[in-house]
């Protein structure tokens, strides 16, 4: 089956001249004039990462468009985890096409279409379509609450609404230098967990941290504290400077306390200087062997003492596996889970397969019920600019 090639300038166009939550009818629109494509649909993932919710077109029809749809062993985990497309064939002889919509690593979910017939030109240009679709979405959802209203299939209290929303847009991202996720897993009653990354032309900077506390107060606290480590950060002060400043601001305004780290990785040469604010030490998968990173342990931004913030430094390796985490992945129930034997178990899965991994493990030895946030941060290194060619793993690896 042939049809006209996709023009990414007109459906951009479509997009951008259609209101912000009208993404899924743009592209569907065109996919049914190349191909006469039916049941054309998008189906996100939710908040926790458990299910997918069905956004489906005009004109077309799914009868679970209403309802959440399990993803662990279902046919779009597959498509997820292995960011490959998947076609079947049904009853009638159509051609159901499930093609991953994914933006710098970070899934966003799968577009689901019908075609009657379909060969390997069509093929692809389902995926152009998808990639499409993955930018459109990223542009739009700053216009509207549709996709961010799509993605609960479960009540969010008022923490974890600010919770939320302290967090990075994506919980991947990836680069010729690294590849990142994270994962955070809310107690019962919030307890105040963030972590955040940003990438600049020289250096990838990270943090990860648990402000003291549940429900609201933690969420104010934790709010306060992403904001004046965003402040100094965007001020280009490094991280030592960067805890200083988070520190004064809790002591200023006398909202609590709060533990971090907060790391600095230069691109080019794979060395971290990082701080270490009455954090967990992270651990570092090297090979076969996973170890705790040692590292001097500065007092909790917000507890007045009379030593600085020490500034340390990690020599990453290419094959390095980083995973930050903060204390709810270790106590009580936690503490059952054996971190160190499932991290070599997946050392063979993207980070976000491996964030998926072990918070499932913690979630589990918790029955379900977490006392404490439990948040996971996994980098892995692939090399500097001038190995990253040869060092990098395939991304597509299931």
């Not at 990414?8 to 009208?22: F, S």
């Not at 506390?213 to 002060?237: I, K, N, P």
Request: proline share 4%; net charge negative.
């Amino acid at each position: 089956m042939m049809g006209e090639d996709l023009e990414l300038g007109e459906l951009l166009a479509a997009a951008e001249a259609a209101p912000p939550g009208e993404s899924v009818e743009v592209v569907a629109h065109d996919l049914q004039k190349r191909f006469g494509a039916e049941c054309v649909s998008f189906l996100f993932v939710d908040l926790i990462g458990e299910r997918l919710v069905r956004l489906t077109a005009a004109g077309s029809t799914a009868e679970d468009a209403d309802e959440p749809i399990a993803l662990l062993g279902s046919v779009y985990d597959r498509v997820l985890q292995s960011q490959r497309q998947h076609v079947e064939a049904d009853d009638q002889g159509s051609r159901r096409v499930i093609t991953p919509v994914t933006n710098r690593g970070d899934r966003i979910g799968v577009l689901e279409v019908t075609l009657q017939a379909c060969d390997d030109t069509v093929l692809r240009q389902v995926r152009e379509a998808a990639h499409a679709l993955a930018y459109i979405i990223v542009t739009d959802r700053r216009f509207t609450d549709l996709y961010h209203l799509g993605r609960r299939t479960t009540r969010t209290s008022l923490a974890a609404e600010i919770q939320h929303q302290l967090l990075p847009s994506a919980p991947c991202c990836e680069a010729d230098e690294f590849t990142l996720a994270a994962g955070l897993i809310p107690a019962d009653d919030i307890g105040g967990d963030t972590y955040d990354y940003t990438l600049d032309r020289d250096t990838l900077h990270l943090s990860i941290t648990d402000a003291m506390g549940h429900d609201t107060d933690s969420a104010l606290l934790a709010t306060l504290l992403v904001g004046a480590l965003r402040q100094s950060r965007r001020s280009g002060c490094d991280a030592v400077n960067q805890a200083n400043h988070a520190h004064q601001t809790l002591l200023s305004h006398n909202r609590g306390l709060a533990t971090g780290q907060l790391l600095c990785v230069d691109l080019d040469t794979g060395l971290c200087e990082l701080v270490n604010a009455g954090h967990p030490r992270p651990l570092r998968l090297r090979g076969d062997t996973v170890e705790e990173v040692e590292l001097a342990v500065n007092l909790p931004f917000g507890v007045a003492g009379p030593r600085p913030y020490r500034l340390q430094e990690l020599q990453l390796l290419p094959g390095d596996r980083l995973v930050l985490l903060t204390d709810g992945m270790q106590e009580r129930d936690a503490a059952a889970v054996d971190l160190a034997s499932i991290m070599r178990e997946t050392r063979a899965l993207h980070p976000r397969e491996a964030v998926r991994s072990l918070t499932g493990a913690v979630l589990e030895a918790c029955y379900g019920h977490l006392k404490d946030d439990a948040t996971i941060l996994i980098l892995d290194w692939h090399g500097s600019r001038d190995r990253a060619t040869r060092s990098r793993p395939d991304r597509t690896r299931p």
